[in-house]
């Protein structure tokens, strides 16, 4: 493994002014890539209005679409019809206006259970990564895409789940969630997350502050252990900033 950089930790003013943050950082990892780009997105609803962003013209005429793939770190276990699938969401906001077919990746969610839907995806990202063991000079994504819950996890790496310790697969089937919404979930491990030039969380809100100031004083959470084998940044929103990064 190669070693990481110290996790970064930037306060911005409001969500809108991270939104406007993460989508600058993830155009200049777009820029540093002259050949084909792959971004890992996440889930929830802190992602949402970078998104809606990078659709808005300032960003997507700058977006070399037919380079970029776009994969997810984790899914919920329901039909893409369904309103709390999380590439469904992203394909709503942007992906499926902008992105060709071919270049979009979802996690299948119509196999006979997640397992099985962590398999087929494992064995697309070794597909698309031409090799089945990751090499630490050549990460598998340009930016990785990440969110903390009020637990701790991070993709659906739930504290003091089985599937936060898994160093062999690179997707696992997570039978059961352990915040809402309670369905089964398919999460990317965290050895395959790690191999990022930048791992990319988006923290906002002043609900988000009581985990932050867990995951930032070291406790051992998920959402701690989370780090990237580059660069490792934490974009969070004034109400959502530990005590101690006040004034900081
Ligand atoms: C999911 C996510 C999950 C999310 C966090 C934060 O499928 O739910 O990928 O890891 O990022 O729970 O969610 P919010 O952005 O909604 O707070």
């Known amino acids: ?51 809606e962003l990078l659709a808005t013209d300032a960003y997507r005429e700058r977006i070399p679409w037919q380079r970029v793939h776009w994969f997810i770190g ?60 990751l090499d630490p000079s050549r990460p598998l994504f340009d930016v990785v895409l990440m969110g903390a819950g009020p637990d ?24 059961k969630a352990n915040v809402e919404p309670f369905v089964p979930r398919v999460s990317l491990t965290l050895g395959v997350l790690a191999s990022c030039r930048e791992m990319l969380f988006e923290a906002a809100g002043a609900a988000k502050r009581a985990i932050l100031t867990r995951v930032f004083s070291g406790e051992n959470l998920p959402a701690a252990q989370a780090r990237s084998n580059g660069e490792t940044v934490w974009l969070v929103d004034s109400a959502a900033l530990p005590e101690d990064f006040r004034g900081s």
């Not at 276990?77 to 709503?92: E, H, K």
């Open 152 to 175: 701790g996890h991070t993709a659906s790496l739930f504290p003091g789940y089985p599937a936060v310790e898994e160093t062999v697969r690179w997707v696992v089937g997570v039978p």
């Open 74 to 133: 984790d899914e919920r276990f329901v039909p893409t019809s369904d309103a709390r699938n999380n590439m469904a969401m992203a394909r709503g906001i942007f992906l499926d206006r902008l992105a060709p077919v071919a270049n979009i990746h979802p996690i299948p969610t119509d196999t006979a259970n997640p397992d099985a839907a962590a398999a087929r995806y494992e064995d697309e990202l070794k597909l698309f990564y031409g090799a089945s063991k």
């Open 1 to 51: 493994m190669v070693a990481g950089q110290p996790r970064k930790v930037i306060a911005v003013a409001d969500a809108t002014a991270l939104a406007r943050a993460a989508a600058d950082r993830v155009m200049a990892r777009i820029a540093d890539n002259g050949g084909r780009i792959a971004i890992c997105l996440t889930g929830g609803s802190s992602p949402k209005q970078l998104y």
